[in-house]
């Protein structure tokens, strides 16, 4: 997470009563024959410190509520892997101390605290929850660095390298053999513009291939998330064009990530980038990963309903401009949480559910086109499941009457669940399909999830009549 953005408030209507305004026209399109990314998931970020209990975290109703009432998939940790390594274990890059290593979990000051509670928190992740982990590099020791003085734009010089990917090799192959936490994907430097470390796109790109190289060599299947900046300001066709440009460090990659942060013009400030970073990523058939979702500065409350709709907005947009297979909420617990230590949710809790809660991993998004620039529309389907899902967000100052068309996509009935400054995730009326239409009202500033099941051939084709049968004709 970077402090270092701003933002101006777009929420106008925030606060007004709803059944005050006045009605809106608008219509959208949802086209169930053009298809674009896979939704892998739905993520958020959480610490390891909390298991320790500290800062008030000892409810433990905290992780039953943030990683499976809220429907999360993946998680990412805020590793404290400057803890992990804090002096050099033996001066080898090529030689793992594992007597070294070990001493870590045998001592009890703070930093190896810290680590002990990484590990953890991972096994509580996956071997408790069953979540998709991903764990990211916040901080190096300062061994490591140049400038051990600073506490950001740090510099891991080149011949500093070799021994960094040791650090993280043993940081894997313990968690692996000692805990059995398979760890599939890692960054390893979150926010390289400088939040903590600096580098540059050809240092970064150099590094992924020192790390992978060293996976290779010691059997270790995760792969590398990058480059991971804090905010499109930083341009993909620097970073993500250099990475990929490169077939060695191309190969280590599971995906390519960035943050949604500097959003001083909005939410939309960042739709023309976020749809070339899918279009850097596609070339190499890599999915977008949004690993820190957030848009708003430390001024505005987490606890606000406006910081949670401000948020939505940023979601729909990674998904519908950035082509987002997932997206992890910053965060869940720990800092700008979702959840607070007393187990109370905040209005960003409810406001996820509307996509968590209802598409499932492996849907697809579906092309969903709103003829209304405050009416927010996107639109995914399931073939497993046979089911759909229709996202709206309002973000007017007044209510909408909506007329929907649904092309190549059979639905007959869809359920409907709200979230607004006054309501929680609420299921309100449905709606009726109707020659592949219907009518709705979306509140002003407001979330609305329609949830259906696609008929088949089998339930709309009447069945033959049985052989030898008359059937008789009026």
Aim: hydrophobic share 40%; charged share 20%.
């Amino acid at each position: 997470m970077t402090s270092k953005f701003f933002y101006k408030i777009i929420g106008v209507g925030i606060g007004l009563g709803l059944t005050a305004l006045a009605h809106g026209q608008a219509a959208v399109t949802i086209d169930g024959n053009i298809t674009f990314q896979t939704i892998h998931g739905w993520g958020g970020n959480t610490y390891g410190w909390l298991d320790n209990g500290w800062n008030g975290w000892e409810d433990e109703r905290v992780y039953e509520i943030a990683f499976n009432e809220l429907g999360t998939t993946h998680l990412r940790l805020v590793t404290e892997f400057e803890c992990w390594e804090p002096e050099n274990d033996d001066g080898d890059p090529d030689h793992f101390n594992w007597a070294y290593f070990q001493s870590r979990f045998q001592q009890s000051d703070t930093k190896a605290q810290l680590a002990q509670s990484d590990f953890n928190m991972m096994d509580k992740i996956v071997n408790t929850f069953k979540k998709q982990l991903m764990i990211g590099i916040w901080n190096v020791p300062n061994w490591m660095v140049r400038d051990p003085a600073k506490k950001d734009h740090r510099d891991l010089p080149y011949d500093k390298h070799a021994e960094f990917a040791e650090s993280v090799a043993a940081y894997l192959l313990w968690a692996k053999n000692q805990r059995g936490i398979h760890i599939p994907e890692i960054v390893l430097a979150n926010e390289p513009d400088g939040t903590y470390l600096e580098y540059s796109p050809a240092e970064l790109r150099d590094l992924i291939k020192t790390v992978g190289a060293k996976f290779k060599r010691e059997g270790i299947t995760t792969k590398i998330v990058a480059p991971d900046l804090a905010s499109p300001y930083f341009a993909p066709e620097q970073w993500v064009t250099t990475l990929l440009a490169d077939s060695t460090a191309a190969s280590h990659l599971s995906a390519i990530s960035y943050h949604t942060y500097y959003v001083d013009g909005g939410p939309e400030q960042w739709n023309t980038q976020f749809a070339k970073i899918a279009e850097l990523a596609a070339e190499k058939k890599l999915p977008v990963y949004y690993t820190e979702v957030g848009t708003t500065p430390w001024y505005i409350p987490n606890t606000a309903w406006a910081w949670a709709f401000d948020c939505m907005q940023m979601w729909h947009n990674i998904l519908t401009h950035g082509n987002a297979g997932v997206g992890f909420q910053w965060a869940l617990l720990g800092r700008d949480n979702v959840v607070n230590a007393d187990a109370s949710r905040n209005p960003i809790f409810y406001a996820l559910e509307q996509y968590f809660h209802h598409i499932p991993a492996d849907a697809v998004r579906l092309a969903a086109n709103s003829n209304h620039r405050d009416l927010l529309a996107s639109a995914f389907k399931h073939a497993g499941k046979h089911s759909a899902q229709l996202v709206f967000i309002n973000r007017s100052a007044t209510n909408l009457e909506v007329s929907v068309n649904l092309k190549n996509l059979n639905l007959q009935t869809l359920e409907a669940y709200r979230t607004s400054e006054s309501e929680k995730h609420v299921r309100v009326a449905g709606y009726r399909v109707s020659n592949q239409n219907f009518r709705m009202t979306i509140p002003s500033i407001s979330i609305m999830t329609l949830v259906g099941t696609m008929a088949t051939a089998k339930d709309t084709v009447p069945p033959e009549p049985p052989s030898g049968v008359m059937i008789k004709e009026n």
